[in-house]
């Protein structure tokens, strides 16, 4: 079974600029959680969806969005990017069924090395 | 406000011991608790899992315990060996849908 999959591995962006992430889940795996990932500040929620529908979200600003698509891909933009926002972000899926030990668990992508300039 | 600490950023040990690494929550009543494991420029691999009424749960060289009380729970890798050497996470759900993970402790086990 193939991992998750995320494009592009690295990027490099200046300022003002926006960027488009993408995540590919696990077949079959119907979640796909967002997490940006800074060495002061550890792993920290972005967002989660489900089927398309966005079911909780962290305390990030709305410069940070995301969207899922029918065949559970997820993407995520950030809008008028800011030094800040450096970082490593990765998606996690997973079955998406609370309470459910394997389907809770998650399953990382390598993530996407986000340089702002 | 809800709060996960490992209790130590880095964590040397020498090869063969045991590693014990500790997680402490504040403010939630979580119904499992994760561990995670992360090597340098990777994500996160899931480790095991321990539900609120699991005292203990083992996997091969792995031990981890949870008291709900101290709301605390403990990581263990026992005979540990150079290959073990990684930044390992706790994990909880708070609410639904939403994990909160500590910052992390980097363990280095010297041979």
């Known amino acids: 079974k193939a991992g998750v999959t995320q494009t592009p591995r690295y990027l490099i962006k200046t300022r003002g600029q926006q960027v488009t992430l993408s995540c590919s889940p696990i077949?079959?795996?119907?979640?796909v959680s967002w997490y940006q990932q800074t060495p002061g500040q550890g792993l920290q929620f972005l967002f989660e969806?489900?089927?398309?529908?966005?079911?909780n979200k962290g305390n990030f600003p709305g410069r940070f969005s995301g969207r899922q698509f029918s065949n559970s891909r997820s993407e995520m933009n950030v809008s008028t990017l800011e030094l800040g926002d450096s970082a490593l972000y990765l998606c996690?899926?997973?079955?998406?069924?609370?309470?459910?030990?394997?389907?809770?668990?998650?399953?990382f992508g390598p993530g996407t090395r986000l340089t702002v300039l | 406000s809800q709060k996960i600490e490992q209790n130590s950023e880095a964590l040397n040990i020498q090869e063969g011991k045991t590693a014990t690494l500790t997680c402490n929550y504040t403010?939630?009543?979580?119904?499992?608790l994760q561990w995670y494991r992360q090597d340098p420029g990777r994500g996160p691999v899931f480790l095991l899992l321990i539900r609120e009424n699991e005292k203990e749960k083992r996997k091969e060289r792995l031990k981890v315990t949870f008291d709900t009380t101290l709301k605390q729970s403990l990581f263990h890798i026992t005979a540990s060996q150079p290959a073990d050497s990684a930044t390992y996470l706790c994990a909880l759900l708070s609410g639904t849908y939403k994990y909160i993970f500590g910052t992390g402790t980097r363990l280095k086990v010297l041979a």
């Open positions: 403010n939630y009543s979580p119904a499992y």
């Open positions: 969806y489900f089927s398309e529908t966005q079911r």
């Open positions: 996690a899926s997973s079955g998406g069924l609370a309470g459910a030990e394997r389907a809770d668990t998650q399953y």
């Open positions: 077949s079959g795996h119907r979640s």
